[in-house]
């Protein structure tokens, strides 16, 4: 069963736009909670958060973790159409270096 | 940019046959972890490598083995390999140390293609 739940899975917008992408997990003991940005290939790391209710914020990027309700959202603001990209939300777990475990994404498509 | 290389960029295979892709970390970096990502899914993770030691795996079978080499680069090899394999092969080197948990930093990938 998927322990790591994204929503919406696609999303389109238009410039100027602000979206919410959200992350549900099942996992309660993980280390760290990371949201990546996929645009082509490589997964660029966006924010790690640790803990509840401190939010990470990056320009027109911001996060929260929400360990009680088990939920991660990121917002982003004022969209262009550089953010066009699948949105990954991964926890840490297990392990002495700790593995992630992806959710599927949620792919944003910000229109002119 | 990461600092993270993978090679090669892509490569086409038939079933049954073999192929190695490999993996540079991150200066500084001593651990490796593989991952396969299948078209429209997010990564899954394959097997982890700390200070040339395997740390950890995922559900794969056998036929997926690695290596980590002194200098922290990895290997990673698929034997037999069947139709399934056919997906984008990601690395990631992070900071490993005890009790630590850093960052994965992610390279471009490997695309591979079973026919």
């Known amino acids: 069963e998927d322990k790591v739940v994204q929503s919406p899975l696609s999303l389109v917008v238009h410039e100027g736009d602000t979206v919410t992408l959200n992350c549900s997990y099942e996992?309660?003991?993980?280390?760290?909670l990371l949201w990546y940005k996929q645009e082509k290939k490589a997964p660029t790391f966006l924010f790690m958060l640790?803990?509840?209710?401190i939010e990470k914020k990056s320009g027109r990027l911001s996060s929260i973790l929400d360990k009680k309700e088990l939920f991660s959202i990121l917002n982003i603001t004022a969209t262009q159409t550089g953010d066009s990209a699948v949105y990954l939300c991964?926890?840490?777990?297990?392990?002495?270096?700790?593995?992630?475990?992806f959710g599927k994404g949620t792919k944003l498509s910000v229109k002119p | 940019e990461t600092g993270v290389t993978q090679s090669p960029t892509h490569l086409i295979k038939t079933r049954g046959q073999q192929v190695t892709l490999r993996c540079s970390s991150q200066?500084?970096?001593?651990?490796v972890s593989w991952y396969q990502q299948a078209l429209g899914q997010g990564p899954q993770f394959i097997f982890q490598y700390y200070r040339e030691e395997e740390n950890g795996r995922g559900n794969f079978p056998p036929r997926f083995s690695g290596l980590q080499f002194p200098n922290y680069s990895s290997e990673l090899n698929v034997n037999a390999l069947e139709l399934d394999d056919s997906a984008l092969y990601l690395c990631?080197?992070?900071?490993?140390?005890?009790?630590?948990?850093?960052?994965?930093?992610f390279g471009p990938g490997t695309r591979l293609t079973v026919l």
């Open positions: 990631a080197s992070s900071r490993g140390g005890t009790g630590r948990t850093d960052t994965q930093y």
């Open positions: 996992v309660t003991n993980f280390r760290s």
């Open positions: 991964a926890l840490i777990i297990g392990g002495s270096q700790g593995n992630l475990i």
């Open positions: 640790t803990s509840s209710g």
């Open positions: 200066s500084g970096h001593n651990t």
